[in-house]
């Protein structure tokens, strides 16, 4: 079918509902282009808090599905995939969780929004990539305990004076981009400023002029005299900065940087989605009521 068709089928299912649609700056493109709202993990869970709309389609991954749950646990959310999922957040279970606090008794546990409902529920407080900075010095202790991604705790450990205590998880998307991969676009492009996500390891974000969340990155942009970037990052979020800055060039790191699961929702899985109320994230109440308390006390701060 092709995308004209499946832009009609959308519009049709949505018409007379009050349905939102939100996706992650790593969705394809044309997803991006069919939703209300693009936006990274902060703006997304701003927006899911926000909406009046009864029906949220979450073109993203599982977890950010379920955090847009938790803050509206009266909405259906719907995440076109179930499939998607986000192998990061799948590297912590409550068993490690228990166990890592176990080992670190007495300290407040900071936990990356790319963890499960059920992680979120025994943690402190969240933070996504953008204010993970400003959640760490919010808190009232020297030691934090922060899971599950050791890229982004090393990225804040480098600019607080707070031990941070990081939990060994990551994205594997991220991590196979390499300092040489930075490099070699940097030769080709020696004018370009470097723009890297803080998810990249450590000798990657070195490399960056600036280190940011996928939305700061497109504000970076906006806001830069400069003309050229490489991009250190999921691929499709090349999609909004050439549109929304059309006389800049941007050079992506590679094909590395290629997120499976962002790719799994399509024009057409959005389409069924609509059109059949599929499939729709449920979670236990209490589950949900203690998760919502990381969260809120995230977007409060930050
Ligand atoms: P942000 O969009 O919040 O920067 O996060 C990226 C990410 O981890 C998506 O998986
Ligand atoms: Fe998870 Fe990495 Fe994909 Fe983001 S890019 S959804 S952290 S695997």
Request: proline share 5%; charged share 25%; aromatic share 6%.
């Amino acid at each position: 079918m092709s995308e004209c068709d499946l832009l009609e089928r959308i519009s049709a299912a949505r018409k007379n509902k009050n349905v939102v649609i939100l996706a992650h700056n790593y969705q394809l493109g044309e997803v991006q282009d069919a939703a209300d709202f693009v936006g990274d993990s902060l703006e997304l869970s701003r927006k899911a808090a926000e909406t009046t709309a009864g029906t949220i389609v979450f073109c993203g991954v599982h977890f950010m599905a379920e955090t847009a749950k938790i803050l509206s646990p009266n909405k259906t959310v719907l995440l076109p995939d179930l499939e998607a999922g986000c192998p990061m957040a799948d590297m912590i279970t409550l068993q490690q969780l228990r166990e890592f606090k176990e080992r670190y008794p007495g300290r407040p546990v900071v936990a990356y929004v790319n963890t499960s409902a059920a992680i979120k529920s025994e943690v402190d407080i969240c933070c996504t990539s953008a204010n993970a900075l400003k959640v760490v010095e919010s808190l009232d202790a020297d030691e934090i305990l922060f899971v599950p991604d050791k890229c982004l705790a090393e990225y804040v450990a480098s600019k607080t004076n707070k031990k941070i205590i990081p939990y060994p998880g990551f994205c594997p998307t991220h991590m196979r981009i390499l300092p040489e991969h930075v490099l070699r676009q940097k030769e080709l492009h020696p004018g370009a400023l470097v723009l890297a996500h803080p998810e990249c390891r450590r000798a990657v974000w070195e490399l960056a002029d600036a280190v940011c969340s996928t939305s700061g990155m497109i504000r970076y942009a906006k806001e830069s005299s400069a003309k050229e970037f490489i991009v250190v990052t999921e691929a499709d979020i090349l999609h909004r900065l050439t549109r929304e800055n059309p006389e800049k060039k941007f050079y992506h790191v590679g094909d590395m940087a290629v997120c499976p699961n962002m790719k799994k929702i399509t024009l057409e899985k959005l389409a069924w989605s609509l059109e059949d109320g599929q499939y729709p994230i449920e979670l236990p109440e209490s589950i949900m009521n203690s998760a919502r308390a990381a969260i809120e006390r995230m977007i409060a701060i930050a």
